[in-house]
């Protein structure tokens, strides 16, 4: 079992930065990708980046130059940096962790951190 637990939310105004944080533990040495997603109000949720054991970044089309991800394996934790925010960021993001490839249907989710961003 993976254990993942987001941190850093909260409200920015749009044109600012915010740093997500997600402290894995538990069985860390099982996953193979990890990554973002997010869902708004009303809407379905969806892939906002994902980092392979090699390093290699994936970022939805849209986002990719405003969004970074980073990790810090001594403290087992990935970071996303948001930058140049929009209002249409808000959403609730999770921080997710596969066994597989490519973080699709994640088996593990954290318990999601709100962003807000105000016009």
């Known amino acids: 079992q993976v254990q993942l637990v987001e941190s850093g939310g909260g409200l920015v105004q749009a044109g600012g930065s915010l740093r997500l944080s997600c402290a894995a533990s538990g069985n860390i040495g099982s996953i193979v990708a990890m990554g973002w997603y997010r869902q708004a109000p009303g809407k379905r949720r969806e892939f906002v980046a994902r980092?392979?054991?090699?390093?290699?970044?994936n970022y939805e089309d849209s986002l990719e130059g405003r969004f970074t991800l980073s990790r810090d394996n001594a403290k087992n934790t990935l970071y996303l940096q948001m930058s140049s925010v929009k209002p249409e960021d808000t959403a609730v993001y999770y921080c997710a962790a596969s066994n597989r490839r490519f973080l699709v249907n994640p088996e593990y989710w954290g318990q999601g951190t709100q962003v807000t961003v105000s016009s």
């Open positions: 980092i392979s054991r090699d390093d290699t970044t």
